[in-house]
């Protein structure tokens, strides 16, 4: 049974310029936001980090297999060392996977117009935009992305997610549904 609606908030996060539209505009030099100056040259202990594979976590030995020990290990050690990971064995076909990469890439491709309708607003870190901006000096990452809350259902904002495109609010419906199953099949089997 689903609560009421609750609120996920990370904070308030500053307005900044889209990379895309910065791009657009022809430049001679990074802008001075975007350059991290007192950076620490990589060591060559961290650069054998980058030797090993991506961590790759078995979704279904993790949840329901007999070597869940062994890869909850394996998922902690992916978070502490590398802070992310990739998911296998979780069940959505790959062909499914690729027509949502598509989808997300015309998304990003949307004209600024378009975008400017699904913008963070000041007091919303859901949107267009970056998270965690504080300042007017804060340096940015030179990357655009766009957040939105789709799980649980309770914490979605709904004004956002009606008014992202159709066949991304259906992936958004249909990730609601593989995780109710998901959750209905380990109560059952947990």
Same mark, same amino acid.
């Given at each position: 049974?689903?609560?009421e609606s609750q609120q996920v908030v990370f904070g308030k996060s500053l307005i900044v310029p889209s990379v895309r539209e910065l791009v657009k505009e022809p430049i001679t030099k990074v802008p001075p936001r975007y350059v991290y100056q007192q950076q620490d040259p990589p060591t060559v202990a961290a650069a054998d980090i980058w030797l090993q594979p991506v961590p790759v976590i078995d979704l279904h030995s993790l949840l329901l297999g007999d070597s869940? #020990?062994?890869e909850l290990e394996k998922l902690h050690s992916a978070c502490k060392d590398w802070g992310f990971f990739q *998911? #296998? !064995?979780h069940g959505v076909? +790959? +062909?499914v996977l690729e027509e949502f990469k598509g989808e997300v890439q015309d998304f990003f491709e949307l004209p600024l117009e378009e975008k400017k309708k699904l913008w963070q607003l000041p007091d !919303? %870190?859901?949107g267009? #935009?970056?998270?965690?901006?504080?300042s007017k000096e804060q340096r940015l990452d030179w990357s655009d992305m766009f957040f939105v809350t789709t799980l649980p *259902?309770?914490?979605r904002k709904n004004d956002i997610f009606q008014r992202l495109p159709q066949k991304l609010r259906d992936y958004g419906s249909l990730l609601f549904r593989n995780e109710k199953v998901s959750?209905? %099949?380990l109560k059952s089997n947990g």
């Open positions: 049974m689903e609560t869940m #020990g062994f *998911v #296998g !064995n076909r +790959s +062909s !919303n %870190h859901e267009f #935009g970056q998270l965690f901006i504080v *259902v309770n914490a959750r209905d %099949h």
